[in-house]
């Protein structure tokens, strides 16, 4: 289901599956499937939208988030697992209220300086809880591009998060061999998933792919009040 919502939409694999592995087996452990899984997702989305990657609008946001990044790994290994839960929690929350929110047309004409602030932020949450989509989504929206351009900005950054996130955790220690293996198993649903997401995108409307996001991670906030 994950990696449906992410080949549709270009995000939300994170915010899908942090919500439901969290409340089955330690943030640590649950984050390390979702980088690697969320790797392959964002491989698969990439490739199916990158002639639309504008590398002039992806620079602010990836400069920032890649240090970010490899600080919000360090803080998935030494903060308290309750603290963790706490963020996955907000994030969602976040999330959907960025999604609901739905500016006409676009707020921001330039990059500096908040497509720095969103990369940042983003990859901070990125790196240690696997939920770095929303500063990047609520920053595509006050851009106000089209479905293929925020599409494929998006899974760029999430792209170039995912690898360093994973080599990170590797270095850390986090990502333990029988880990590995149980994501090697689950990359299979996880394709077909994100398979049968990329070819529904490409039927979409810009105001289908609007709903689709907001509908998603409502649905998200719903099941956690529910929890």
Known sequence: MASLIQGTTGFGFGLFAMGILAMMMPVPEAAVIVAILGLVTTAMNVGSVWRAISWKELWPVVATAIPT???????????????????????????SAVTLWSPHG?????????????????????????MGGPPVVLYSLLRGWDKETAKAEMS????????????????????TPALLER?????????LGCYVGTRLFGRMSNRAFRYATTGILFALAVRLFFS
């Not at 994501?183 to 394709?191: D, E, N, R």
């Open 183 to 191: 994501s090697l198993w689950l990359s299979i649903p996880t394709v």
């Open 106 to 130: 676009a707020r921001l004409h330039k990059a500096a300086p908040w497509g720095y602030l969103a990369g940042a932020v983003g990859g901070l949450f990125g790196g240690a809880i696997n």
């Open 156 to 175: 760029s950054y999430i792209l170039v998060t995912s690898v360093i996130r994973v080599a990170g955790q590797i270095v850390a220690g986090i990502a």
């Open 69 to 95: 990044t490899l600080l919000g790994v360090y803080l998935l290994k030494v903060l308290n697992p309750a603290i963790l839960r706490s963020a996955v929690g907000v994030m969602i929350l976040i999330g």
